[in-house]
């Protein structure tokens, strides 16, 4: 007859297990804690998990309880032709040896007879879907006839194991590929970066060799742009999302470096930001901030002439989930011929109409009093 206070027991064992097993993410502590409820509620002298290893012909002590030092995570087991442990695993049903040294069945690991075993059950453990991942074994110092009611706790017991040890496998397996692919990611943005910047140095290094001002300014050119470009890249990847760049940071790094790279040209022009926090995804940053350099390169060339002036960028927030950006400095202004502005200022301004466009704005230009102001409004998403 079942013992009722056993029945009670073990319920509340596999209850506790249950909770214990949803709390931790560790496979370790979570095998260790089954072999300590185990071992407690059949009241044997030791417990174990066997896991198969790799090559499918032992299994290694993954997780126990009783057993001396350097037992568990060393101490291996040969699945061999006259193993109990690999005749449970092949039969798919628990394994019982009431008495070792009477059984002429199987052979047995030195190591259970040095610790002096007598008595075992083997009871296999399977992954979801069928696979065997080992063995929940208890063993006992003396002889013992362990009973149907025993060995129905252990197998419901390693039913449970199974899916437990399964999701902790893949999530293992997931945090293991995702720190892999951060690995390569960052290994790949810093090398991104570096032949950005080397690119760069090559182009200003070429711009300020030429010997002519046409092929000074196409390089330059070139440059601002790839400036543009490795800046939206630190950027986005310096932060937490590779979806969305913040605005304030990125613009006035762009600006600040392209005054700095064009030192000879701008003189002691001062800069002034009034950018409001915001994120942009990066095909809107990207040409936003081409616009912003064609606009500080054409001011640093045509506006000053070697005195002191000020560039503002100002960037708010306007109705309906839109951002208004206006580029300004104090130099001459625009001339009275549209024309011959966009001359003078070779290719700059047809291409700020046509990042405008891109993302949705339209430039508007005025000079009122000496000075040149740019403004485009466009939608942030």
Same mark, same amino acid.
């Given at each position: 007859?079942?013992?009722?206070?056993?029945?009670?027991?073990?319920?509340?064992?596999?209850?506790?297990?249950?909770?214990?097993?949803?709390?931790?993410?560790?496979?370790?502590?979570? +095998?260790?804690?089954?072999?300590? +409820?185990?071992?407690?509620?059949?009241?044997?002298?030791?417990?174990?998990?066997?896991?198969?290893?790799?090559?499918?012909?032992?299994?290694?002590?993954?997780?126990?309880?009783?057993?001396?030092?350097?037992?568990?995570?060393?101490?291996?087991?040969?699945?061999?032709?006259?193993?109990?442990?690999?005749?449970?695993?092949?039969?798919?049903?628990?394994?019982?040896?009431?008495?070792?040294?009477?059984?002429?069945?199987?052979?047995?690991?030195?190591?259970?007879?040095?610790?002096?075993?007598?008595?075992?059950?083997?009871?296999?453990?399977?992954?979801?879907?069928?696979?065997?991942?080992?063995?929940?074994?208890?063993?006992?110092?003396?002889?013992?006839?362990?009973?149907?009611?025993?060995?129905?706790?252990?197998?419901?017991?390693?039913?449970? +194991?199974?899916?437990?040890?399964?999701?902790?496998?893949?999530?293992?397996?997931?945090?293991?590929?995702?720190?892999?692919?951060?690995?390569?990611?960052?290994?790949?943005?810093?090398?991104?970066?570096?032949?950005?910047?080397?690119?760069?140095?090559?182009?200003?290094?070429?711009?300020?060799?030429?010997?002519?001002?046409?092929?000074?300014?196409?390089?330059?050119?070139?440059?601002?742009?790839?400036?543009?470009?490795?800046?939206?890249?630190?950027?986005?990847?310096?932060?937490?999302?590779?979806?969305?760049?913040?605005?304030?940071?990125?613009?006035?790094?762009?600006?600040?470096?392209?005054?700095?790279?064009?030192?000879?040209?701008?003189?002691?022009?001062?800069?002034?930001?009034?950018?409001?926090?915001?994120?942009?995804?990066?095909?809107?940053?990207?040409?936003?901030?081409?616009?912003?350099?064609?606009?500080?390169?054409?001011?640093?060339?045509?506006?000053?002439?070697?005195?002191?002036?000020?560039?503002?960028?100002?960037?708010?927030?306007?109705?309906?989930?839109?951002?208004?950006?206006?580029?300004?400095?104090? %130099?001459?202004?625009?001339?009275?011929?549209?024309?011959?502005?966009?001359?003078?200022?070779?290719? %700059?301004?047809?291409?700020?109409?046509?990042?405008?466009?891109?993302?949705? %704005?339209?430039?508007?230009?005025?000079?009122?009093?000496?000075?040149?102001? +740019?403004?485009?409004?466009?939608?942030?998403?």
């Amino acid at each position: 007859m079942p013992n009722p206070e056993h029945m009670v027991e073990r319920q509340r064992v596999l209850a506790n297990f249950g909770e214990f097993a949803l709390r931790s993410s560790d496979l370790d502590e979570i +095998l260790t804690e089954a072999c300590r +409820l185990i071992h407690e509620a059949l009241k044997t002298d030791f417990s174990k998990i066997l896991e198969i290893e790799a090559d499918g012909e032992t299994l290694l002590v993954k997780a126990g309880v009783g057993w001396r030092s350097g037992i568990v995570g060393k101490e291996r087991i040969s699945m061999s032709d006259r193993s109990s442990e690999a005749y449970s695993i092949e039969v798919a049903e628990p394994v019982i040896s009431n008495d070792i040294s009477k059984e002429e069945r199987f052979e047995f690991a030195q190591f259970l007879k040095d610790h002096g075993v007598r008595a075992l059950v083997n009871v296999p453990i399977f992954l979801p879907g069928g696979k065997p991942y080992g063995l929940l074994q208890v063993d006992a110092k003396e002889p013992r006839a362990f009973d149907e009611e025993d060995t129905e706790f252990l197998r419901t017991y390693a039913m449970l +194991l199974g899916p437990v040890i399964d999701r902790l496998h893949k999530s293992h397996s997931l945090r293991e590929a995702l720190d892999k692919n951060q690995r390569l990611l960052r290994e790949l943005q810093h090398r991104v970066k570096n032949h950005i910047s080397i690119m760069n140095s090559v182009v200003y290094l070429r711009s300020r060799q030429a010997t002519s001002e046409e092929a000074r300014e196409a390089l330059r050119f070139v440059a601002d742009r790839i400036e543009a470009l490795r800046l939206v890249h630190e950027q986005m990847y310096s932060g937490k999302s590779t979806e969305q760049l913040r605005l304030r940071p990125y613009i006035m790094q762009l600006v600040e470096n392209l005054c700095h790279l064009r030192g000879e040209e701008s003189g002691k022009v001062r800069l002034e930001f009034a950018i409001e926090e915001a994120e942009l995804p990066p095909d809107k940053a990207v040409p936003l901030g081409l616009i912003a350099s064609e606009f500080v390169t054409n001011s640093l060339k045509y506006a000053f002439e070697g005195r002191e002036g000020v560039i503002k960028v100002a960037i708010a927030h306007a109705e309906k989930d839109r951002l208004c950006v206006q580029l300004s400095d104090d %130099g001459p202004g625009l001339p009275s011929r549209g024309q011959d502005r966009r001359d003078s200022a070779g290719s %700059g301004l047809r291409m700020i109409e046509a990042f405008s466009r891109q993302i949705g %704005g339209e430039p508007q230009w005025a000079s009122e009093g000496p000075g040149t102001c +740019l403004t485009v409004e466009f939608d942030r998403h």
